[in-house]
T-cell receptor, first 115, second 110 residues
Framework: GAVVSQHPSWVICKSGTSVKIECRSLDFQATTMFWYRQFPKQSLMLMAT?????????EQGVEKDKFLINHASLTLSTLTVTSAHPEDSSFYIC???????????FGNGTRLTVT | KNEVEQSPQNLTAQEGEFITINCSYSVGISALHWLQQHPGGGIVSLFMLSSGKKKHGRLIATINIQEKHSSLHITASHPRDSAVYICAVDGSGNTGKLIFGQGTTLQVKP
């Protein structure tokens, strides 16, 4: 089956630093990738939609200058949390689709802790 | 009111029991997804459906478009089925942009 690899699986960083999270589709070309965040005991919240070669589309309330998304190829999207603060601590997860009418394939998520 | 509502929020069952999780939505959709999130956080896509019924092993998903309702059934439940089950709808023409329910936490006891 289709595999999406997300790295790192967990990261601890200090306030003010930046953290990059990678999402790779290992065996298919993903036309679109999605980034979500999930707080404890809550469901996923879509942060942004990322299409290869174009700017990401951010959901309302998500700061695009804080959460930088780059989708440089059909198999890789990155999310960079810039100038991280403790309130950015969360579980971040990506998903990828081959195209329309395709099921989503999720990464295993990244648990970010900002101290 | 959320656009996607699941019930129950929490469910405890004994091994072997038949389980039903319900999902109601209030928006027009092109597809509905059932997802399984394991305790470690990883998410697996169980079903993507736009009409009727789908079956995969012990799992069955049904959808009634007119009533805007879907159910996920687990037959002969097993402790390894313990997870959070999430209903999500795609109202964007099957682009994959989903609206998520709050999830149902299932615990199956041996």
């Amino acid at each position: 089956g289709a595999v999406v690899s997300q790295h790192p699986s967990w990261v601890i960083c200090k306030s003010g630093t930046s953290v990059k999270i990678e999402c790779r589709s290992l065996d298919f070309q993903a036309t679109t990738m999605f980034w979500y965040r999930q707080f404890p005991k809550q469901s996923l919240m879509l942060m942004a939609t990322s299409n290869e070669g174009s700017k990401a589309t951010y959901e309302q309330g998500v700061e695009k200058d804080k959460f930088l998304i780059n989708h440089a190829s059909l198999t890789l999207s990155t999310l960079t949390v810039t100038s991280a603060h403790p309130e950015d601590s969360s579980f971040y997860i990506c998903s990828a689709v081959r195209g329309h009418n395709s099921p989503l394939h999720f990464g295993n998520g990244t648990r970010l802790t900002v101290t | 009111k959320n656009e996607v509502e699941q019930s129950p929020q929490n469910l405890t069952a004994q091994e072997g029991e038949f389980i039903t999780i319900n999902c109601s939505y209030s928006v027009g959709i092109s597809a509905l997804h059932w997802l399984q999130q394991h305790p470690g956080g990883g998410i697996v896509s169980l079903f993507m459906l736009s009409s009727g019924k789908k079956k995969h092993g012990r799992l069955i998903a049904t959808i009634n478009i007119q009533e805007k309702h879907s159910s996920l059934h687990i037959t002969a439940s097993h402790p390894r089925d313990s997870a959070v089950y999430i209903c999500a709808v795609d109202g964007s023409g099957n682009t994959g942009k989903l609206i998520f329910g709050q999830g149902t936490t299932l615990q199956v006891k041996p």
